[in-house]
C-alpha cells in the first residue's frame, strides 16, 4: 500500500515532515509521497528521514492554478530526478503571491470584527500560510464553531471575506511541472465540474493543456468514483495516481495510506508512473 497525497506542516498539515514519516512506517506504507501546497520544504525535510528508515518518498507539488476563471488545483510529481533550479525559483514567486493576498485577507477579516493579525497565521503557517490557517484561528478564537464553518462563511471562494490571488492558470501550472522535470496530474477530480458542467466538458480544455495523469484513488472518491476514473484515464490515455489527501488532523476522518476507510493505493500505480514518466 501507498500513500502519494499528503501534506506537512509546511503546508496546511498538522504532522511535521518527522512525524509525517514516523506515521508511515507505523502505517506500513511501502512508499510516501508528499505532495505540500507550492512548497517543496516538507519534502526537502522529510527526506535525508526517510532515506535514514528505509522508507520510499516521492516528490511532489500540490499547485494552486486558475481554470475558467476558478481555482484548480494540479498535482506534480519529479519520479526520476529533483525538480529544477528554475521550477524551485517559479514557486518562491508564487509565494510572494500568497503572502500579498494574506495581507488584504488578514485586513478584510478585521474590517468584519474578526481580530486575526498576519504574524498569528504566519506563526500557525510556517513556509506556506494560507486559508485553513487563517480558519484555524477562527475556530480557536471562538468566531465560528469549525473550519468547514470558517471556509463557508468567510474563506471559500464565494464567500463574503473571500480574498482572491493571482495564480498561474492550468495550462501554465501543467508546463511549469513538465518543463521542471514532473508529471502533472490532476487530484480529487470528482471536484472540478461545477455549475451543472460534465467532467467530460472539462477534459479537453485539461487535455490540451499537457495533463499526463489523473488521481483516480482519493479519499472523496467512492468505488464507483474510482471505476468512472479509470475509465477515463484509459479513454485519454492519462497516467493513474493515488492517495489519502491526508493533513493529519486538520482531517481527522482521513487516514494516512486508507483515506476514509475507503482507500487501498497498491505500489503497482507507482511503478507504473515511473514507467509511463
Known sequence: ??????????????????????????SKLEALGITDHDTLAGYDAALPLAQAAG????CGIELSTKLRGRSVHLLGYFLHQPPSQAFRDWLRESQLSRRDRNVRLAAKLRSMGIEISLEEVEARGKSLAGRPHFAQLMVEKGYVKDTRQAFDDYLDESA???VDRSEPTFREGVQRIREGGGLPSLPHPIRVPRNGEAFEDVMPEMLDAGLQAIEAYHSDHSPDDERFFEIQAKRYNLAITGGSDFHGDLKPHIKLGTGAGNLCVPHTVLDRLRNGA
Open 55 to 58: 522508507l520510499e518518498l516521492v
Open 160 to 162: 463574503k471575506a473571500y
Open 1 to 26: 500500500m501507498i500513500d502519494l497525497h499528503t501534506h506537512t506542516d509546511e503546508s496546511d498539515g498538522t504532522y511535521t515532515p518527522a512525524q509525517l514519516i514516523e506515521e508511515a512506517l507505523s
